[in-house]
């Protein structure tokens, strides 16, 4: 089903009108064509996701129709160039898409990010047959991408990862175990890191791009999470898989660096998920004290509540802007490895305070499952964790400080 853009100022399918698509003071770079798209994210969002959020996390299950929906309005090529049937969006652009859809639902917006960061790779790095083969399915949504990094006992020392590959006349074989795959549990492609040889560490480090059907691949069921369970986390064990020399994607040596690579755009993209989940407290509890009456007079009227709101608002406001100031130092292809570490742990550490902030105003009424606050409570819990925990951003800090 696709959803066309809405003009800006129209109502949503709840009769509420929507907030200015841009009101970053970075929104004046974005290009006309990301403006479509993030549009795009906001409708569909609103009219679909809204609709089915509830659902994935309850059945404890992936987004499979999220992300084929996705996959039908043009969300899952959003990195591959636009002569590869792609949308080639800016930094920027891309930050707003994440945090439209993840004001809806964080668990189908990063299981899109995954899937877009290997669209993207695929498209600027793969040739001849390997691109022939994955590209298209990747870029249309008919092929669902995972990134296949961390490890049972390898988290964010990835340059430690155990997951072998042997070299075999015409082909490689896998043995090893990967952890926390987004997407895994449904994924069709996947993109393995393994150890060549152990003896050159993270220079030894691989990257192949094989089908999830081989034989030797192993999908446990899904991770029983505290939330999140739409973005279908599990993990794949490799059992003496085969797989041809055509299936490496990124040469020896270069895999390490290929995975790190995009990393900082990765917490980028996690601080923008976290302006959105942020965004919908702050707007639902607003609604809310609005409305409700106690003690004679509006809740909206307390001056406990109106200043618990107003520090929600303020941490909402830093965390867009060290956020859009990281996209937009990546967009000028500067480095932005501080200024993405300062954005993911900020927005982590406000989101979390903040929902739970907009969930006490409520009263009782905020446990409720009727409203996405709870669920998007157990989401910020996870952004503590994902593409580098909160300590691991205290390391780049610090080391930009002291070292």
């Given amino acids: 089903m696709h959803f066309d853009s809405a003009p800006l100022g129209e109502m949503d399918h709840r009769g509420q009108r929507y907030p200015p698509l841009v009101d970053s003071i970075y929104g004046s770079a974005l290009k006309d064509s990301d403006v479509q798209v993030v549009q795009r994210a906001r409708v569909w969002a609103e009219e679909f996701v809204a609709l089915k959020a509830e659902s994935w996390e309850t059945e404890r299950r992936f987004a499979k129709d999220g992300f084929e929906s996705a996959g039908q309005n043009q969300l899952t090529g959003l990195l591959v160039p636009a002569s590869d049937g792609g949308e080639d969006i800016s930094v920027l652009g891309l930050a707003h898409v994440l945090e439209e859809i993840a004001a809806v639902d964080f668990a189908i917006a990063f299981a899109l990010v995954c899937h ?6 695929v498209g600027r790095k793969a040739k001849g047959r390997l691109r022939e083969k994955f590209l298209p399915g990747l870029v249309q949504g008919s092929s669902l991408g995972a990134f296949l990094l961390t490890e049972p006992e390898v988290g964010s020392d990835a340059a430690a990862i155990t997951v072998s590959a042997t070299n075999d006349g015409n082909e490689w074989i896998l ?7 987004t997407n895994g549990t449904d994924a069709d ?5 393994a150890q060549t040889d152990s003896a050159l560490g993270h220079r ?12 030797g691949v192993i999908k446990t069921p899904g991770y029983q999470l505290l939330g999140g369970h739409g973005l279908g986390a599990n993990s794949i064990r490799f059992d003496n898989c085969r797989v ?11 895999g390490f660096r290929a995975a790190m690579e995009g990393i900082d755009l990765a917490r980028v993209l996690v601080g923008a998920m976290c302006c959105g989940m942020l965004r919908t407290g702050l707007q639902t509890a607003s609604d809310y ?4 009456f106690a003690f004679g007079g509006r809740l909206a009227d307390l ?9 929600v608002s303020t941490d909402l406001e830093a965390s867009r802007l060290l956020t859009y100031r990281a996209a937009l130092t990546l967009q000028e292809g500067r480095n932005a490895a501080v200024e993405a570490a300062h954005a993911k742990k900020f927005a982590s550490r406000v989101t979390e305070s903040g929902l739970a902030s907009c969930m006490q105003v409520m009263g009782a009424n905020g ?4 409203h996405s606050l709870p669920r998007h409570l157990a989401a910020s819990r996870l952004t503590h964790y994902v593409d580098g925990a909160t300590e691991i951003q205290d390391v780049v800090i610090s080391r930009s400080l002291l070292d």
């Avoid at 004290?289 to 409700?292: I, P, Y």
């Avoid at 446990?367 to 009727?370: E, G, I, L, V, Y």
């Fill in 116 to 121: 877009n960061n290997l669209a993207g790779a």
């Fill in 175 to 181: 043995n090893g175990e990967k952890a926390w795959v």
């Fill in 189 to 193: 492609v996947l993109s393995v890191y």
């Fill in 204 to 215: 030894g480090i691989a990257t192949f791009l094989i089908d999830a059907d081989n034989s």
């Fill in 244 to 254: 041809s020399e055509e299936s490496l994607f990124i040469p020896v040596g270069e």
């Fill in 289 to 292: 004290v609005r409305k409700r």
């Fill in 303 to 311: 001056q406990g509540v109106r200043f618990k709101l107003a520090d």
């Fill in 367 to 370: 446990a409720k499952r009727d």
